[in-house]
């Protein structure tokens, strides 16, 4: 490289965003993610020996994927070669492999093949890998915010190790912030910059663990930020909250957020925690989840979990159902955060979907047990000669309105599908039963 062209790639790293700048060059300087990249963990001793195998690296935006991914690049001895999928079509694939090819018989040497956003790529791109990763002619390393046990090929999963990288921590945050900050080589500390307090704070906190959106925010805020009277760029708490603006949830319906932020939602309800049912559908709404969606989870939970230690639960859930149609949001979410408290604070039964469950599964391999023919339809002539109907109990002509009856097929007649609970209303029905003198009262006592 000549001194023209040195100086090129110098002023292209320079202008080049902030995060870019501060990737990591080394293991030791990547912050965070410790549970896969700590001194003794496996993915660190690989990275380190040169001796990585295929992996899959999934984690949300700016946690490290393609930091971990360029630290891998200027480790390795091994020719790397990356590509992006959502731009990357089959002649850059078929140029990958044939350099693969190449290194491996020509000059013995590894090729670590790096795809961006791998779950991008269709079932035919994916397929196409495959051979090629299982015989070693690439090493891959897969980046992927989408859930691989969604988005990618079960074949690929099972010949890649996959680990999971989690948000950064505030300290993390921080950490990187007065970095950038105070860093004159590859950072902003030429601009003579300070950040306050408060305000590394509320960009730590705000950026939700994703390093690329508070650098950004801090690059932001020292650019454009004019010099106080000493001569110094002061990043105030006010200037803090004008870079970063409202912060986008990271949330796709038809991702694994979507399914774990409801999953939560809906365990939180189930567990009796009204706040965290609350912050759940918060989450939900604020990223512009269909309510009409949130509103058959909450009317699902409250038959499920509720069922009838308090019948109340469906009908407010079914309620609320119908008024967030009708009303819409804004609005709707207030009905929305009164079923989901309802739900969340109502004494809990999953008598009902216990009951159905064993049932279906007995009737699956039971399907023909015989009617008591005193229970068989008799408003029809002929009937009687039958024996249908003769011989029923109408329990309205007996004390209490009940009478002690076989109602089930005489193969199962003292089987038992719905137990109820001890929670509630089931404990008022409970009483009932000992009253009137039904087995299942006496059962309980």
């Not at 950026?207 to 959106?213: F, K, N, P, Q, V």
């Not at 986008?248 to 706040?275: C, E, L, Q």
């Not at 990223?287 to 069922?307: L, N, P, Q, T, Y």
């Not at 199962?412 to 029905?429: A, C, M, P, R």
Request: aromatic share 8%; hydrophobic share 40%; glycine share 6%.
């Amino acid at each position: 490289m000549d001194l023209l062209e040195y100086m090129n790639e110098m002023n292209k790293e320079k202008e080049s965003p902030l995060a870019s700048r501060l990737r990591p060059q080394t293991l030791d300087e990547v912050v965070g993610q410790e549970h896969i990249i700590g001194k003794d963990k496996l993915l660190y001793r690989a990275i380190q020996a040169d001796k990585l195998s295929s992996i899959l690296l999934y984690g949300p935006p700016g946690t490290g994927k393609t930091t971990l991914a360029k630290v891998i690049a200027g480790t390795t001895k091994a020719d790397f070669l990356q590509i992006n999928a959502t731009s990357a079509g089959k002649k850059d694939m078929e140029e990958v492999v044939n350099r693969a090819k190449e290194n491996k018989g020509m000059y013995a040497r590894k090729t670590i093949l790096f795809i961006d956003e791998i779950h991008r790529f269709n079932k035919s791109q994916q397929d196409y890998l495959l051979p090629f990763v299982e015989d070693g002619t690439v090493v891959l390393i897969g980046a992927t915010t989408e859930n691989p046990y969604f988005e990618v090929n079960g074949a690929l999963i099972s010949r890649s190790i996959i680990f999971e990288l989690h948000p950064l921590s505030k300290e993390n945050i921080k950490s990187l912030l007065t970095r950038a900050v105070t860093d004159v080589e590859r950072g902003l500390g030429s601009y003579k910059a300070e950040i306050e307090e408060d305000a590394l704070e509320f960009l730590a906190d705000i950026s939700g663990g994703d390093a690329r959106m508070a650098l950004n925010a801090i690059e932001l805020g020292v650019l454009t930020t004019e010099r106080g009277e000493d001569g110094k760029i002061h990043i105030t708490l006010a200037v803090a909250q004008e870079c970063i603006q409202k912060r986008t949830v990271r949330y796709d319906k038809t991702g694994d957020n979507h399914y774990d932020t409801i999953s939560a939602f809906i365990k939180s309800m189930r567990g009796s925690d009204p706040d965290a049912a609350i912050y759940y559908l918060a989450r939900m709404l604020y990223a512009g989840e269909d309510i009409k969606f949130i509103a058959r989870r909450i009317m699902i939970c409250a038959s499920e979990d509720v069922s009838n230690a308090d019948p109340m639960a469906l009908v407010v859930a079914t309620n609320a159902s119908m008024a967030v149609e009708r009303i819409g949001m804004p609005e709707a979410q207030i009905i929305l955060a009164q079923a989901a408290a309802y739900v969340a604070c109502a004494p809990k039964s999953n008598s009902a979907v216990e009951a159905i469950g064993a049932a279906m599964e007995y009737v699956a391999n039971h399907p023909n047990h015989k009617i008591p023919s005193y229970l068989q339809d008799a408003h029809y002539k002929g009937a009687a000669k039958l024996g249908h109907g003769i011989g029923y109990k109408y329990a309205h002509n007996y004390e209490n309105h009940y009478v002690d009856q076989q109602y089930l097929p005489d193969e199962i007649k003292d089987i038992s599908f719905y137990e109820l609970s001890d929670q509630g209303y089931e404990k008022t029905i409970q009483e009932h039963f000992t009253k009137i003198g039904h087995r299942k009262g006496n059962e309980n006592e």
